[in-house]
């Protein structure tokens, strides 16, 4: 089955901190769902606190990014599903759990499990 990318950058992501544990319990419990449905591969954020390196391929490491990721940042979930419309779905539920709309991208056929 194809395997999707959900994902939205932390910005998009206005809720007020009162709201913060609703939308916690809720994105959670999207997680759960998706879990227990046998779609879900992976979720989480990334930590925005912990400052991103570079690995070249020479194995050197630089406290930098590609200029066009520099900005990289929210949560990601990745679901296996058998079509575009159940990963649009499950985008949905997130969009409203987290308050805030989703991207959806499809990985290249024969990506590794």
Do not use: N
Request: glycine share 8%; charged share 25%.
């Amino acid at each position: 089955m194809p395997r999707y990318l959900i994902s939205f950058p932390g910005e998009a992501m206005d809720v007020p901190a009162a709201e913060m544990p609703d939308v916690d319990v809720a994105s959670h419990a999207v997680v759960r769902e998706a879990r227990d449905a046998g779609v879900l591969v992976f979720a989480g954020g990334l930590d925005e606190d912990v400052a991103p390196v570079t690995v070249a391929a020479e194995r050197s490491v630089s406290a930098d990014t590609y200029p066009q990721t520099r900005d990289l940042s929210g949560g990601f979930t990745v679901v296996d599903v058998a079509t575009r419309e159940a990963a649009l779905e499950w985008a949905a539920k997130i969009a409203v759990a987290c308050r805030c709309g989703q991207e959806v991208r499809e990985f290249m056929a024969g990506s590794a499990p």
